[in-house]
T-cell receptor, first 114, second 112 residues
Framework: QKEVEQNSGPLSVPEGAIASLNCTYS??????FFWYRQYSGKSPELIMF????GDKEDGRFTAQLNKASQYVSLLIRDSQPSDSATYLC??????????????FGKGTKLSVIP | EAQVTQNPRYLITVTGKKLTVTCSQN?????MSWYRQDPGLGLRQIYY???????DKGDVPEGYKVSRKEKRNFPLILESPSPNQTSLYFC???????????FGPGTRLTVL
């Protein structure tokens, strides 16, 4: 069973601070990694994907990947109350016959305090 | 506008009354999938489809059926719904399996 683990939170940070969200995965063969944001009652939306070791930056978001440690993180700089949501980590796992299924972590709930 | 649509968005029904939740995408994606989301359990995959006429079970397929007769549509069928199928359901699609998935707006189902 391929696993993706996240701290459920809630993670509370003050407005303007850096929020750090972490995700570990069990499948050493995983090549790409996705971060989704989900507001309460809404559908998940993609905010970042990363497939190379190191950092990938997009605006206030930075994804960090360490394949040796099987660890991927998401940093949100200058956190805003509108960033308050649940963040889902997703990792494709090979399921045979050339198909990959996204395995989602249970998500970390982030609360940005004004 | 590229999107995944689901209908209905909200549904309250009774045990045993067959229902279908429709899903359609306009992005010419090969891969489509159904998930259910429950508090504390996260997103769990019900069924997926690699292409037309190709479907397979996900992690929680019991009590559900799907079909993929056209590339754009992937309906979810509950032949005899039960209260434990009360959940928030999402349809998603992607160009191929393992790539970025785009989610529909969700269907909140209550089975009494």
């Amino acid at each position: 069973q391929k696993e993706v683990e996240q701290n459920s939170g809630p993670l509370s940070v003050p407005e303007g601070a850096i929020a750090s969200l972490n995700c570990t995965y069990s499948d050493r063969g995983s090549q790409s990694f996705f971060w989704y944001r989900q507001y309460s009652g809404k559908s998940p939306e993609l905010i970042m994907f990363i497939y190379s070791n190191g950092d990938k930056e997009d605006g206030r978001f930075t994804a960090q990947l360490n394949k040796a440690s099987q660890y991927v993180s998401l940093l949100i700089r200058d956190s805003q109350p509108s960033d308050s949501a649940t963040y889902l980590c997703a990792v494709p796992a090979y399921s045979g016959a050339g198909s990959y299924q996204l395995t989602f972590g249970k998500g970390t709930k982030l609360s940005v305090i004004p | 506008e590229a999107q995944v649509t689901q209908n209905p968005r909200y549904l309250i029904t009774v045990t045993g009354k067959k229902l279908t939740v429709t899903c359609s995408q306009n992005m010419n994606h090969e891969y489509m999938s159904w998930y259910r989301q429950d508090p504390g359990l996260g997103l769990r995959q019900i069924y997926y489809s690699m292409n037309v006429e190709v479907t397979d079970k996900g992690d929680v397929p019991e009590g559900y059926k799907v079909s993929r007769k056209e590339k754009r549509n992937f309906p979810l069928i509950l032949e005899s719904p039960s209260p434990n199928q009360t959940s928030l359901y999402f349809c998603a699609s992607s160009f191929t399996s393992g790539t970025t998935q785009y989610f529909g707006p969700g269907t909140r189902l209550t089975v009494l």
